[in-house]
């Protein structure tokens, strides 16, 4: 398996296949039916923001970032209503928003992560996360942020072991009711990166 940056063109729609199947409790009540939320997805996708985990013939995982006011994933207002009407689409948006975070100038944000399911469990999830770290450290980020959502104890955990900590949990009852959202809360995580002087510091205490 090679980790790499980026993401070749031919891939988009593998992984939008794979966000579609790993993420579905975010994106399922939101975008609906998948043949649309594939087209949506696929046509927003910034390849250049994320890690790929590839085998020769396979893409086996998928880590995105957004950083510098840039996503992995750049779903506008007009693509949503272009694909789903005006109606819909300002509905989609409104629940788009609330998944929605916007980094500082120091600052990665991973959008979401994705193992294929007969991946999972073999660290390709760890070595995407590993290789987030090191691009944040040789670009001089101080932190990186992430969000998870209350029923998916697993990743959460993933998370801690990797040095995340919560920063912030955000209830969005009752809008999970309108959007049938299957969580109830939101977990803002951070792990901040030691780079030059503060590595130091750190070791140091
Ligand atoms: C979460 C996910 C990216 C982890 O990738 P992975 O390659 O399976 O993870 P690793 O093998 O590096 O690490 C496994 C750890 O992840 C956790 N994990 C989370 N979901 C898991 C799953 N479905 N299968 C196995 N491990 C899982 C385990 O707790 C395990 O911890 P441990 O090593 O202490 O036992 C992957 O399971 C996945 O794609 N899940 C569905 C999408 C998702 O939940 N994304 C995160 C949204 S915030």
Not at 75 to 91: A, C, D, E, H, Q
């Amino acid at each position: 398996m090679e980790i790499t940056k980026g993401l070749s063109n031919n891939n988009k729609g593998l992984v939008a296949d794979l966000f579609l199947n790993a993420l579905g409790e975010k994106f399922t009540p939101i975008l609906g039916d998948k043949i649309r939320a594939k087209q949506l997805l696929e046509s927003s996708i910034h390849p250049n923001n994320c890690f790929s985990a590839t085998t020769d013939t396979e893409l086996l995982g998928i880590l995105a970032f957004q950083i510098n006011d840039t996503n992995f994933l750049s779903i506008t207002f007009n693509k949503i209503i272009s694909v789903y009407g005006l109606i819909n689409g300002i509905i989609k948006a409104i629940g788009l928003s609330l998944l929605v975070h916007n980094s500082s100038s120091d600052e990665i944000y991973l959008e979401a992560i994705a193992v294929c399911e007969s991946a999972r469990g073999k660290r390709v999830g760890t070595q995407l996360i590993e290789a987030l770290f090191l691009f944040a450290k040789e670009n001089n980020f101080k932190s990186i942020t992430l969000q998870v959502i209350d029923i998916n104890p697993n990743a959460k955990k993933l998370y801690e072991r990797m040095g995340f900590v919560v920063v912030k949990r955000t209830r969005i009852w009752p809008i999970n009711l309108i959007i049938k959202f299957p969580f109830k809360e939101v977990f803002l995580m951070k792990k901040e990166i030691y780079t030059g002087f503060h590595k130091y510091l750190r070791i140091s205490s």
